[in-house]
């Protein structure tokens, strides 16, 4: 079955060392978009990517890092980790601006 | 700015009792609604789109629906397993982008 896939599902990393969480895709879309979830609010949108061509939010911290290094595959580098940053992380693919499809998530505990 | 408002955050049903969760709207020039279901720990998954007023979807016991200024997601005779959290996103303007409500948490009891 065509998915999104992310892993790890869970990742505990230390305070202040770098992290990678990674996201990739069977469904051949152009568009991969990367979300942080905390706790009982609305996923937040931290950048994504429209093809080769990478788009940040303007609130995102610069901490957050992203790569794509081809259509399958894409990468959220988390260079100093704070306690803030723990939560869930979401990638999502769509084709152009059509309906988004979510992974299941990957938690990340900040110790 | 555009702002997506859903209400109630928190529903308890007992099985069978239907009942409708709301996502209210204020957007220049929609393009599209999107209802997503979410299980703790999990990412959303997709349940509908909607792209104009009167439009209307339906999937099992879920009929989503849209007017001018919000959506409702009616649920009909509910069962324990569609106890989640729904969330409602809108998609305005050339990006790619969607503004999510922060979504009804559904519990559905025996």
């Known amino acids: 079955d065509a998915m999104v896939i992310q892993n790890p599902r869970y990742q505990v990393t230390q305070f202040g060392k770098p992290v990678t969480l990674s996201c990739s895709q069977t469904?051949?879309?152009?568009?991969m978009y990367w979300y942080q979830q905390k706790s009982s609010q609305a996923p937040k949108l931290l950048f994504h990517?429209?093809?080769?061509?990478?788009?940040n939010e303007a609130d995102t911290p610069d901490n957050f890092q992203s790569r794509r290094p081809n259509t399958s595959f894409c990468f959220l580098d988390i260079r100093s980790p704070g306690l803030g940053d723990a939560a869930m992380y979401l990638c999502?693919?769509?084709?152009?601006?059509?309906?988004?499809?979510f992974g299941p998530g990957t938690r990340l505990l900040v110790l | 700015e555009d702002q997506v408002t859903q209400s109630p955050e928190a529903l308890r049903l007992q099985e069978g009792e239907s009942s409708s969760l709301n996502c209210s709207y204020t957007?220049?020039?929609?393009?599209?609604l999107f209802w997503y279901r979410q299980d703790p720990g999990k990412g959303p998954e997709f349940l509908f789109t909607?792209?104009?007023a009167g439009e209307e979807k339906e999937k099992e016991r879920l009929k989503a629906t849209l007017t001018k200024k919000e959506s409702f997601l009616h649920i009909t005779a509910p069962k324990p397993e569609d106890s989640a959290t729904y969330l409602c996103?809108?998609?305005?303007?050339?990006?790619?982008?969607?503004?999510f409500g922060t979504g009804t948490r559904l519990q559905v009891t025996l």
């Open positions: 999502a693919t769509s084709q152009t601006a059509e309906t988004q499809y």
């Open positions: 469904l051949n879309h152009n568009v």
């Open positions: 990517y429209y093809d080769k061509d990478f788009n």
């Open positions: 957007v220049s020039g929609l393009r599209g």
């Open positions: 909607l792209y104009s």
């Open positions: 996103a809108v998609h305005t303007g050339t990006a790619s982008k969607l503004t």
